[in-house]
């Protein structure tokens, strides 16, 4: 089954920091570009992060940039996201996409929930 | 940074309605645009890609139309399952619109 399902989400207190992955499975990894999206609580869609098929392309939102690392494990089909000095705006739930045809987002996972809150 | 910029932020509609949802660029994206249907509860779904393509299994009632800085989705004739949130999506920088909520009236 083609599917990518994240982990790592959790409570975490404010300056905190965090280590979200997504694990792969159907399809050949290394074949896509990768990106994360958060959508805090009743809100729309943020894009957070994207990183191409290499590793080798990577940009980010302003409101995570130089606080959030994202990279990629394609040896086992895994996408990370390294975040550091959470805020209590970070607090989302966070998904992973596949990047398909002219960079429309055409599979996601069910999203990994984070609460940034003393 | 490119805005993007949906109208109406909600609508009202009925079973067999057509709709259209409107999005707008800040600056031209040529047919970068996608568009994405989520439900309650559920991840975003793609409907449409390069302004006009769409998705493997996307039904035929739904279309997108436009290029540089102005687009459209429509829903030819609406169905129960299609109320939801919708979103368009600029592929160059990914900013999305904020949301389209479409509800039974």
């Known amino acids: 089954e083609v599917q990518l399902e994240e982990s790592g989400g959790r409570v975490v207190w404010p300056g905190g920091s965090l280590r979200l992955s997504c694990t792969a499975s159907?399809?050949?990894?290394?074949?896509?570009?990768m990106s994360w999206v958060r959508q805090a609580p009743g809100k729309g869609l943020e894009w957070v992060s994207s990183?191409?098929?290499?590793?080798?392309?990577?940009g980010y939102a302003d409101s995570v940039k130089g606080r959030f690392t994202i990279s990629r494990d394609n040896a086992n089909n895994s996408l990370l996201l390294q975040m550091n000095s959470l805020r209590a705006e970070d607090t989302a739930l966070y998904y992973c996409?596949?990047?398909?045809?002219?960079?429309?987002?055409?599979?996601w996972g069910q999203g990994t929930m984070i609460t940034v809150s003393s | 940074d490119i805005q993007m910029t949906q109208s109406p932020s909600s609508l009202s509609a009925s079973v067999g309605d057509r709709v259209t949802v409107t999005c707008r660029a800040s600056q031209s994206i040529g047919s970068y645009l996608n568009w994405y249907q989520q439900r309650p509860g559920k991840a975003p779904n793609l409907l449409i890609y390069a302004a006009s393509s769409l998705d493997d299994g996307v039904p035929s009632r739904f279309s997108g139309s436009g290029s540089g800085t102005d687009f459209t989705l429509t829903i030819s004739s609406l169905q129960p399952e299609d109320f939801a949130t919708y979103y368009c999506q600029q592929s160059f920088t990914y900013s999305f619109g904020q949301g389209t909520k479409l509800e039974a009236k």
């Open positions: 996409a596949r990047e398909g045809s002219w960079r429309g987002f055409d599979m």
């Open positions: 159907g399809f050949t990894f290394d074949d896509y570009g």
């Open positions: 990183i191409d098929w290499s590793g080798g392309n990577i």
